[in-house]
């Protein structure tokens, strides 16, 4: 089973519309997340951390279920410039790497 | 925000051959780098953690004596593919820490250099 697993999508959705992505990991000693954002061809670029509480920073929601040992990632309103791969990212305490999951593909069109 | 570059962006070799790819962080130092490698349509993985000096932790699966890494100062890490074959044509990316950094996860990656071994 993979340590990051995300239903790699596409997902096609019209602007404006409000899209959800959901991430499972399966090492409970996981004690930190992420939402990143890689757009074709280019570098990965961290969009936000995911705390226990759930956050928000604009458009963007996160949530973490520990019980479930699951994430997700809404955004509203989407424009098209939202269109790229959103990789979750986990990390445990006291270790410094960061594992990825595949990525979910998000295509926003107009 | 912090900026690392990658050099070179795009390379073509012959199979045998080596290449070397340069990691830099520009306007802070780095104690500790990362070198991935992501094939198309998969998610990043780890190759190894890049220390300033020290010898480089590779992940498992991953050849030390085919993938030399050397971080000999605080900003600059290089990955050297030593006798490359087609098997190794990927996306090569590299990520920097702060030094002194608390902020988990915080990363600074590379644009990437793109691999094609023909």
């Known amino acids: 089973r993979k340590e990051v697993e995300q239903d790699p999508g596409p997902f096609n959705v019209p602007e404006g519309a409000t899209v959800a992505f959901n991430c499972t990991y399966s090492?409970?000693?996981?004690?930190?997340f992420f939402w990143y954002r890689q757009d074709c061809r280019k570098e990965p670029k961290l969009l936000m951390s995911v705390y226990s509480s759930g956050n928000e920073d604009g458009r963007f929601t996160a949530q973490l279920n520990r019980a479930s040992q699951y994430i997700s990632l809404l955004i509203r309103d989407s424009k098209l410039s939202d269109s790229a791969t959103y990789l979750c990212?986990?990390?445990?305490?006291?270790?410094?790497?960061?594992?990825f999951g595949t990525g979910t593909r998000l295509l926003v069109s107009p | 925000g912090a900026v690392v570059s990658q050099h070179p962006s795009r390379v073509i070799c012959k199979s045998g051959t080596s290449v070397k790819i340069e990691c830099r962080s520009l306007?802070?130092?780095?104690?500790?780098m990362f070198w991935y490698r992501q094939f198309p349509k998969k998610s990043l993985m780890l190759m190894a953690t890049?220390?300033?000096?020290?010898?480089?932790?590779?992940e498992q699966g991953v050849e030390k004596d085919k993938f030399l890494i050397n971080h000999a100062s605080l900003t600059l890490s290089t990955l050297t593919v030593t006798s490359a074959h087609p098997e190794d044509s990927s996306f090569y990316i590299c990520?920097?820490?702060?030094?002194?950094?608390?902020?988990?996860?915080?990363?600074?990656f590379g644009p990437g250099t793109r691999l094609t071994v023909t």
């Open positions: 990212v986990v990390k445990k305490t006291g270790f410094q790497k960061l594992v």
């Open positions: 090492n409970s000693a996981s004690q930190s």
């Open positions: 890049s220390n300033e000096g020290s010898k480089a932790t590779y």
């Open positions: 306007d802070f130092q780095a104690t500790t």
């Open positions: 990520s920097a820490r702060l030094a002194g950094d608390l902020r988990e996860g915080e990363q600074y």
